[in-house]
């Protein structure tokens, strides 16, 4: 019956090659061992070369850095002697130093008519000018000048740490024309605190000065200080777009969508038992009418 089966099926039940036959491997004879004694007197008469010292990674990430520090010493030197703050022919320049305010950590997609808007509040707003780069994009701060100096230290007091466009601001004086040997923190100079090194050195608060923790408020009740201004501010104003614009604060809202699910769900509570009390009296209502139709009946 094998014979009936087709070719592939065959193929399985047919028997394999036969292994080829390999010669046996010789083993190749060693040397004796023999002792080192004899060439002893050769080692003290070689004379060795002096190691060569290689450059190591750490030497060389350092070399590297004190390359990329010197060259980076020399373009800010460069800097250095052309900047100019008193340079009469600088058109953004303001007019007075002295009612100058600068303005920080603005949002980078303010614009100068906001700006003015938004500092408006403290007194009538001179010129407004916020610095931008080569390709007309803001760099997030800006020189804003007002009529009076007493306008310029009710914005310097009020307005650092305030809500501008979903960022807090940071505002100081001008001290490139009013401080001596001022230099501006992109030349090495400043007084930013936030590129110091990590975490634990930087600054990390918002606002020209640390919040004062020895009163027991801390971050928390400095932030809601200014919400409130802002609110106020916004409902004196008639409510600014992204700056103190009024209206309630997140956390006000969140605070009362909590307080209006749970009483959502103490409702929901409360109608549950009513329901439950009321299909037990009906239960009970038809137990006692059936009770009184079967004794109708007995009767």
């Given at each position: 019956m094998a014979h009936y089966l087709p070719p592939a099926i065959m193929a399985l039940f047919a028997p394999r090659p036969p292994m080829p036959f390999k010669e046996?491997?010789?083993?190749?004879?060693?040397?004796?061992?023999?002792?080192?004694?004899?060439?002893?007197?050769?080692?003290?008469?070689?004379?060795?070369?002096?190691p060569e010292k290689k450059e190591t990674p750490q030497e060389?990430?350092?070399k590297r850095k004190t390359k990329l520090d010197d060259r980076h010493g020399k373009r800010l030197k460069l800097?250095?002697?052309?900047?100019?703050?008193?340079?009469?022919?600088?058109?953004?320049?303001?007019?007075?130093?002295?009612?100058?305010?600068?303005?920080?950590?603005?949002?980078?997609?303010?614009?100068?008519?906001?700006?003015?808007?938004e500092f408006e509040y403290y007194g009538p707003v001179v010129k407004c000018h916020l610095v931008t780069d080569k390709k007309g994009r803001s760099r997030g701060y800006g020189f804003v000048e007002f009529e009076s100096s007493r306008?310029?230290?009710?914005?310097?007091?009020?307005?650092?740490?305030r809500k501008v466009n979903k960022r807090r601001i940071l505002v100081d004086v001008e001290r490139g024309r009013t401080v001596k040997n001022w230099t501006p923190r992109r030349l090495g100079g400043g007084l930013g605190g936030t590129r110091k090194g990590g975490k634990e050195v930087n600054q990390r608060f918002s606002g020209r000065e640390p919040p004062d923790y020895r009163s027991g408020g801390g971050d928390r009740d400095r932030a809601r200080d200014r919400d409130?201004?802002?609110?106020?501010?916004?409902?004196?104003?008639?409510?600014?777009?992204?700056?103190?614009?009024?209206?309630?604060?997140?956390?006000?809202?969140?605070?009362?969508?909590?307080?209006?699910?749970?009483?959502?769900?103490?409702?929901?509570r409360r109608r549950g038992e009513d329901e439950r009390d009321?299909?037990?009296?009906?239960?009970?209502?038809?137990?006692?009418?059936g009770d009184r139709d079967r004794r109708r009946r007995r009767d």
């Open positions: 046996p491997i010789v083993k190749r004879k060693m040397y004796p061992y023999t002792g080192v004694a004899d060439f002893v007197k050769n080692l003290k008469e070689y004379d060795m070369p002096p060389r990430r350092k800097q250095k002697d052309k900047w100019d703050p008193k340079h009469p022919e600088n058109p953004d320049m303001t007019k007075h130093a002295l009612k100058t305010l600068f303005v920080a950590r603005l949002n980078y997609d303010i614009t100068e008519a906001d700006l003015k808007k306008n310029l230290k009710e914005a310097y007091k009020d307005a650092d740490g409130r201004g802002d609110r106020d501010r916004g409902g004196r104003g008639g409510g600014r777009e992204g700056g103190y614009g009024g209206g309630r604060d997140r956390r006000d809202r969140d605070r009362d969508r909590d307080r209006g699910g749970d009483r959502e769900r103490e409702r929901r009321r299909g037990a009296g009906d239960r009970r209502r038809d137990r006692d009418r």
